[in-house]
T-cell receptor, first 114, second 113 residues
Framework: SQQGEEDPQALSIQEGENATMNCSYKTSINNLQWYRQNSGRGLVHLILIRSNEREKHSGRLRVTLDTSKKSSSLLITASRAADTASYFC??????????????FGKGTLLTVNP | ETGVTQSPTHLIKTRGQQVTLRCSSQSGHNTVSWYQQALGQGPQFIFQ???????GRGNFPPRFSGLQFPNYSSELNVNALELDDSALYLCASSLTSPGGTQYFGPGTRLTVL
């Protein structure tokens, strides 16, 4: 079963605009990660945020985590056509000690129009 | 340093057959995880191997089995293939520390007819 739910399911923006994607999850976690997937290929790791962190930056990416609301957001600033991809949040840890596996949501399909 | 590689890239099988998928982990990583991704869905955890032992398993039947070799490469075997097994199979390698980043290979696209 899916742990996380990304919102929106699909997002279409113009190059240069910012894109915000949200992720909600159900159980407590140790870490939350964001991955990108291009056209049904392998997943590329973007950023990891630990449960005791609230915000993290990496280049044009900004991730926030609110454990009280069990939610996270991924902001991509100054988007480019090459950012077109599906974006997934994945969680690990929490109750049951499932540190070994990642639980993914269904993803947000981002389209950046040139 | 080489990344995670998987073979083959694509595979077509018929219902009832058996299939073996292969994965080479990233240099220095001793843990391998396998995921199944159906079309339009997020990846689902199948199982993980650490030092040649199964370290955890998701909600998949016993006909999904795996191996990890001393060089940390891994195989995923699926017996008695069903149509619903058609999916992208992803392998990910990581260091042993819990909650670490998992690095994914390009995947094997399996089609069951």
């Amino acid at each position: 079963s899916q742990q996380g739910e990304e919102d929106p399911q699909a997002l279409s923006i113009q190059e240069g605009e910012n894109a915000t994607m949200n992720c909600s999850y159900k159980t407590s976690i140790n870490n939350l990660q964001w991955y990108r997937q291009n056209s049904g290929r392998g997943l590329v790791h973007l950023i990891l945020i630990r449960s005791n962190e609230r915000e993290k930056h990496s280049g044009r990416l900004r991730v926030t985590l609110d454990t009280s609301k069990k939610s996270s957001s991924l902001l991509i600033t100054a988007s480019r056509a090459a950012d077109t991809a599906s974006y997934f949040c994945a969680t690990d840890g929490g109750s049951g000690g499932s540190n070994y596996k990642l639980t993914f949501g269904k993803g947000t399909l981002l389209t950046v129009n040139p | 340093e080489t990344g995670v590689t998987q073979s083959p890239t694509h595979l077509i099988k018929t219902r009832g057959q058996q299939v073996t998928l292969r994965c080479s982990s990233q240099s220095g990583h001793n843990t391998v995880s396998w995921y199944q991704q159906a079309l339009g869905q997020g990846p689902q955890f199948i199982f993980q191997y650490y030092r040649e032992e199964e370290n955890g398993r998701g909600n998949f039947p016993p006909r999904f089995s795996g191996l990890q070799f001393p060089n940390y490469s891994s195989e995923l075997n699926v017996n008695a293939l069903e149509l619903d097994d058609s999916a992208l199979y992803l392998c990910a390698s990581s260091l042993t520390s819990p909650g670490g980043t998992q690095y994914f290979g390009p995947g094997t696209r399996l089609t069951v007819l």
